[in-house]
């Protein structure tokens, strides 16, 4: 098992907040069985929300923020050192512990718009399972995936047409 170091990735403050949903995985095995989200910075989903069973994210899900949608990435970071290498698995425990400081660190930051945050929105935390984490060779590439995304939407479920974090 390999010990990342919180200070690599420089991450401070709690662990979770009232505000974060319950951790899930994706990759084969996961929560979630898709292999990789196809998002870009402060994307935005329609129709589409973090949960165990989840479908992949398909190209009309993602939408632009000054129309409706559902959730928005806040964060998207790579928890393994070497991306293109084989490295031990961390632990379950070790992947939320990680990805729920830097999204909690996230949310609480100015980059999330809003007043009374913990109250008026929640986030995900999505984190690769033990198999999407190990190298592999399709057509040639190698990959892997070792990202951990952070979502996030408003708590009573409902749609919003204005982004919620700051350009």
């Not at 402060?42 to 000054?66: F, I």
């Not at 928890?79 to 290498?85: H, L, M, N, R, T």
């Amino acid at each position: 098992m390999i010990d990342l170091n919180l200070d690599d990735l420089d991450l401070v403050g709690p662990a979770s907040s009232l505000a974060m949903q319950p951790v899930l995985t994706i990759g084969t095995g996961g929560d979630i069985e898709s292999d990789w989200l196809p998002l870009s910075s402060k994307q935005c989903l329609n129709g589409w929300l973090p949960a165990k069973g989840a479908p992949e994210v398909a190209s009309e899900n993602r939408v632009g923020c000054y129309g409706e949608h559902d959730v928005q990435l806040m964060e998207s970071f790579l928890a393994g050192k070497k991306p293109q290498e084989d490295e031990p698995y961390p632990s379950l425990a070790e992947l939320t512990r990680i990805g729920g400081t830097k999204c909690t660190s996230v949310f609480h930051s100015s980059d999330v718009k809003g007043e009374d945050k913990e109250k008026a929105l929640r986030y995900w935390v999505l984190v690769p399972t033990e198999e999407a984490w190990w190298m592999r060779v399709e057509n040639g590439h190698r990959f892997s995936n070792r990202v951990v995304h952070c979502l996030v939407g408003r708590a009573d479920g409902a749609k919003t047409a204005e982004p919620l974090m700051t350009e």
